[in-house]
């Protein structure tokens, strides 16, 4: 028999060529994995951020024995978002309008006891004026209107009959749905953060990236009416999620937050612009 030998690496493997190839296959697995963790990734980060606060909320509900957990759960998927501005925003409209229809349950409660028609009556007129409100409004402010129109409906119109049990009902509503929104807050802004400042930077970034060229191309009459119409259709698509998104940094940041009004004016002012480029072109 032959002797075995052990298998020995090619030349070529330490060579110059073998070095470059392993290179390029290193560089190659960084953009990979910078691609996923930019696209893919950030969608399974939100979802374990989502089911990590939704458990946690669940499970200190059921530990202090509320009658409702599912209540702090559900909250805390209705509160979600990508960016902990944006969740920050929404829990914030969230608890204030929590805190508005728990009150205005209890108001209409006592001045209607053991007058349901009344009682319902004064509900419908309730539940309309924060529809009204709330068409008025954009972002999350609208949200508000809406929460404080239907939580007073879920904590009164099941109590209308026994109205003894409105308190309880609207106190222990207000724990569950306080809960979620703690959970909800705490687990985005400490678990690997994704900050709308970074997002509005970027979104600027773009922004003037592409009005210097769309300037640029109209200036030398290099565009089409069909491609200036699309164009400008994109910035304003652009305006409006400049808008939203400012309105998510104040809530994350506070020297965003002292910087709201000029970076409105600057988004005003950009659409002035926009504006003045259609009317002239």
Known sequence: MKPDHAIEPSA????????????????KLNRAVR????????SWLHLLKTVTAGLLALGIAMLLDLPQP????????????PFSGMVLAKSFYRILGTAVGTVAALVLGGLFVQQPELYMLGMIVWVSACIAAAVRYRHFRWYGFVLAGYTAALIGIPNVTTPQGLFLAALTRAAE?????????AVSALLLPQRSILALRR??????????????????????????????????????????????????DPA??????????????????????????
């Open 177 to 185: 749905v306080a809960l979620g929104i703690v959970c909800s807050s």
């Open 35 to 42: 691609d996923w963790a930019s696209s893919d990734g950030l």
């Open 203 to 252: 979104n600027l970034q773009i922004r003037y990236a592409n009005f210097t060229a769309y300037a640029v191309d109209v200036l030398a009459r290099g565009l089409e009416r069909n491609q200036f119409e699309r164009r400008f259709a994109d910035f304003v698509d652009e305006i409006a999620g400049f808008e939203a998104t400012r309105t998510f940094v104040a809530f994350e």
């Open 70 to 81: 599912r209540i702090a759960m559900t909250t805390v998927f209705v509160l979600m978002q």
């Open 256 to 281: 965003m937050r002292s910087r709201s009004a000029h970076l409105a004016r600057l988004n005003s002012e950009f659409m002035a612009t926009q504006r003045g480029w259609r009317a002239t072109v």
């Open 12 to 27: 070529d493997f330490f060579g110059p060529r073998g070095v470059m190839r392993r290179r390029l296959s290193r560089a």
